[in-house]
């Protein structure tokens, strides 16, 4: 399994799916969310057809401006055939994106490794 | 307690640590404490960015009454004021998509209650202990 550290990010690879793991406790600054999203944006554009998964198991506070953020990376991973899918949301966080619904937007798994499974499965 | 701070978001961090140390003091529960700091975080974003438009000469006013069982917080910008009906929907098929226009909603579902002034120039956020 190869990993690279990235601030804010911790990166696996593992079977063909890159797993992206969040460093940080709060994903609440305008800076660091600004960061964020400029390195999952660099790992898209140079991987297509990527298999991205997500994981928030350090997540403990998320605010709008991430969500916003979230949003594009979606459209940047489908937009380069990729797929992307978030794991390991706790449950308060998990209300936050129930709250705005985009529980339904994006495809959410309980871990990084059901995640990574869901990708072998045939597409519907 | 009254924090009159410039109009960044680094200048708001000292008052929303402060807000989050007093709850705690007063034995706001987790979910509280995670409700203040989200709503918080959205109110003063709001105001730097959409209220006073980042202008870096203009401030923010924040006024802050914690009690052992309401916490209430008013953020209130320079700018001209906004109507709070006016902003759409962010959970429509149409809008789920955008990137923005989040916030208020994550405010109004976290708190007891959120209301904006007449000019819509400042939002009085409150929390009960509960």
């Known amino acids: ?124 | 307690m009254t924090f009159v701070i410039k109009n960044t978001l680094s200048a708001a961090k000292e008052p929303e640590r402060a807000i989050l140390q007093l709850v705690r003091q007063y034995g706001y529960s987790n979910d509280s404490c995670f409700a203040i700091r989200l709503a918080l975080e959205e109110a003063l974003t709001n105001a730097i960015k959409h209220g006073n438009r980042g202008d870096p000469d203009k401030q923010l006013t924040i006024r802050v009454f914690i009690g052992p069982e309401e916490a209430i917080i008013y953020v209130a910008d320079e700018g001209a004021g906004f109507e709070p009906c006016s902003v759409p929907d962010c959970t429509t098929p149409q809008r789920i998509s955008l990137p923005d226009g989040r916030g208020i909603m994550l405010m109004k579902a976290y708190l007891d209650e959120v209301t904006y002034s007449e000019r819509g120039n400042e939002v009085r956020l409150l929390k009960r202990n509960n």
């Open chain 1, 1 to 124: 399994m190869a990993e690279e550290q990235k601030s804010h990010l911790k990166i696996t690879r593992h079977q063909g799916v890159c797993i992206a793991e969040f460093e940080d406790r709060k994903i609440l600054e305008e800076l660091s969310i600004s960061e964020i999203g400029e390195l999952l944006s660099q790992i898209v554009d140079s991987e297509p057809d990527l298999k991205l998964v997500l994981s928030f198991r350090n997540v403990e506070h998320l605010s709008s401006a991430a969500l916003g953020m979230l949003i594009n990376l979606r459209s940047e991973v489908r937009e380069k055939d990729g797929q992307l899918k978030l794991s390991n949301i706790r449950p308060q966080i998990y209300e936050v994106f129930k709250i705005t619904k985009l529980n339904k937007l994006f495809e959410i798994h309980d871990t990084a490794a059901q995640a990574m499974q869901a990708f072998a499965q045939p597409q519907e």
